[in-house]
Structure formats: C-alpha cells, structure tokens
T-cell receptor
Framework: KNQVEQSPQSLIILEGKNCTLQ??????????LRWYKQDTGRGPVSLTI?????NTKSNGRYTATLDADTKQSSLHITASQLSDSASYIC???????????FGAGTQVVVTP | GAVVSQHPSWVICKSGTSVKIECRSL??????MFWYRQFPKQSLMLMAT?????????EQGVEKDKFLINHASLTLSTLTVTSAHPEDSSFYIC?????????????FGEGSRLTVL
C-alpha cells in the first residue's frame, strides 16, 4: 500500500533552535519527494523537490535529505523563526504523471 | 515562480445552493490540475485529478455528481459543489502541474474556504 507517514505530528520549539521533521514512505514506483510549508488558511508552498538520485537539498534555512534505499526523508529547520510556524507536508510523487501521496503533516509552532 | 490563482478566496452560501470555485494557472499551461479538500488540522485530501479536455478522475469516496469538475482549458479548472450542505464546509485547494516544466512541478492555489449555512 502506498503510504506516507510523518512524525512527529506536532512540535513546539523555541525561536532560534533547530528541529528535524521525518517522513517515511512506502510509495512505489517513486518519482520524487517534496516538502511543502502550509501556513494556516493558505495554500502549500514548495520548499524542496528531490529525485531518486538526490541526497540533500537546501532552501535557505530548510534542508531536506532523502535516503531512497530506506525510503526516508527529513526536513531540517535551522535557527527557527516565528514565521516558521506552519504545517509541513511531505508529498511523494508516485510516478512521472504526478500521482500524489500526502503525509498528514507536522504542525510546527515556534515560540518566542 | 508560477502562480495559481483561486477564486473566490472564501464563500458563504445557504444549504441547497451550488457554489463554483475557479482555479487558474496564470503564467503557464496546466495539463493537469488537482482538487483537494482540507478539514481543520488535517492534511490535504485529494478529491480528483483533471486533465485538460477530458473527464476528471475522482478518488474513491468522492461523489462525482456532487463535486463537478471541469477543465475546459489549459489555464482553467472549476469545481462546482452542487446542492451544498453544511458538511461540505471545508477548505478547497487546487494545484496545477505541467509536464513541460521539468518533472511535473506542482503549484498550489491559495485555497477557497467554503462555509455552508
């Protein structure tokens, strides 16, 4: 069964601290994996897109990793800011035509 | 970057009426558009996939006669919630992709919040 599981479900961190979000998947065939940030009441915004051959990709303070062998990905947020408070969604694209498998998301709250 | 526009951003309607939500790709041709609904504190749930010029493919459990999807052009898809009821109140989001931009990049709209009274 094609599944995407994210952990933790929610996370509270202090401003300035780092955190790591996890995404495990069983989706096959695998095309690519994406991380999105969704602010409350807004549409998701792309952070990173990673294909099978990519291990790490950064976008500012966001760094995603991918281990295609173990089917695990992580999103690391460095020096968190209050504006990082959002839901982070892992999406695995199942084939080149874009069949989507969504994770449930990790709700991150950054406190002063 | 590419922009996907949704309209309206929010809508309130009476039970029994129909509501149409538009999704437009502003600077690219979207061969495929996706429609999702999202309940509070939950992730997006794919409702249907629409390819330009053909009938939408609905996910299991989504009533196609209830949620009418039309993808008449490469830049516009519409979702019509027919005979809306309070349980249809939700956040509806579309996304668009094109195979011409290197691997099916997904661009999301800002969402449309529907409240059915």
């Amino acid at each position: 069964k094609n599944q995407v599981e994210q952990s933790p479900q929610s996370l509270i961190i202090l401003e300035g601290k780092n955190c790591t979000l996890q995404c495990n998947y069983t989706v096959s065939p695998f095309s690519n994996l994406r991380w999105y940030k969704q602010d409350t009441g807004r549409g998701p915004v792309s952070l990173t897109i990673m294909t099978f051959s990519e291990n790490t990709k950064s976008n500012g303070r966001y760094t995603a990793t991918l281990d295609a062998d173990t089917k695990q990905s992580s999103l690391h947020i460095t020096a968190s800011q209050l504006s990082d408070s959002a839901s982070y969604i892992c999406v695995v694209i199942r084939d080149s035509w874009g069949k989507l498998q969504f994770g449930a998301g990790t709700q991150v709250v950054v406190t002063p | 970057g590419a922009v996907v526009s949704q309209h309206p951003s929010w809508v309130i309607c009476k039970s029994g009426t129909s509501v149409k939500i538009e999704c437009r790709s502003l600077d690219f041709q979207a061969t495929t558009m996706f429609w999702y609904r999202q309940f509070p504190k939950q992730s997006l749930m794919l409702m249907a996939t629409s390819n330009e010029g053909s009938k939408a493919t609905y996910e299991q459990g989504v009533e196609k006669d209830k949620f009418l999807i039309n993808h008449a052009s490469l830049t516009l898809s519409t979702l019509t919630v027919t005979s809306a009821h309070p349980e249809d109140s939700s956040f509806y989001i579309c996304s668009a992709t094109t195979i011409y931009r290197g691997g099916g990049e997904l661009f999301f709209g800002e969402g449309s919040r529907l409240t059915v009274l």
